[in-house]
């Protein structure tokens, strides 16, 4: 049983005399005068599909931004971090994916190595009993996937995603995690990985 706009609508779990499911639907009360017709009809509004949302993030002192398509997903917020960095995060709550994205400026100069320096200092975290620690390269990212069983005693069964690339003096972090991850949901840690990219403001 649910409600669909005024008229609570009912499925029958099993057969009927003749053989057949039964629906039934009733109408929210309403006021008939007996003096005029009232009309009464299922032609309920079809509610619009979400639009697919396209985050960018920005540094102000850049011409450019990283681009991430994040359809189902909600942006928590957008901070600067007292260290000057740029934070973004964003949720799915059906899938119950976490993106975060991050840039920072640097130091004209700094090797692009760092990249991978940076992603091996977070396997190193005494905290986390990390497992399965997978270093690869996409694209010009830096890439590290790493799984997490247990945090505080609790099992929470995290898998990360970090993808790190270094561009036009700015630091780019994504991190892309879900607790419960089974492998069913490799295809949406790739989903975001793919869609990211950098373009003009």
């Not at 934070?87 to 976490?98: D, Q």
């Not at 986390?128 to 690869?136: G, H």
């Not at 990212?141 to 898998?159: A, P």
Request: proline share 5%; with cysteine.
């Amino acid at each position: 049983m649910f409600i669909q706009g005024q008229w609570t609508v009912a499925y029958a779990g099993h057969k009927d005399s003749t053989g057949r499911y039964d629906t039934m639907a009733q109408d929210a009360p309403f006021y008939f005068s007996a003096k005029e017709d009232v009309t009464r009809n299922f032609d309920l509004p079809v509610p619009e599909p979400p639009k697919p949302l396209r985050e960018r993030l920005s540094l102000a002192t850049k011409d450019w931004g990283v681009v991430l398509d994040l359809p189902g997903f909600v942006v928590k917020s957008i901070d600067t971090k007292p260290d000057g960095r740029l934070y973004m995060i964003a949720e799915n709550s059906n899938t119950k994916v976490v993106v975060s994205l991050a840039l920072e400026g640097i130091k004209p100069g700094t090797r692009a190595s760092s990249c991978r320096e940076s992603l091996e200092k977070r396997t190193k975290i005494k905290e986390l009993k990390i497992k399965d620690i997978r270093f690869s390269r996409s694209g010009d990212s830096d890439v590290l996937r790493y799984f997490v069983s247990k945090f505080r005693g609790e099992h929470i069964n995290q898998e990360s995603l970090f993808a790190c690339q270094v561009y036009d003096n700015t630091h780019i972090d994504l991190h892309v995690s879900k607790v419960d991850y089974t492998a069913v949901d490799e295809p949406l840690f790739a989903d975001v990985l793919k869609s990211m990219h950098l373009d003009k403001v």
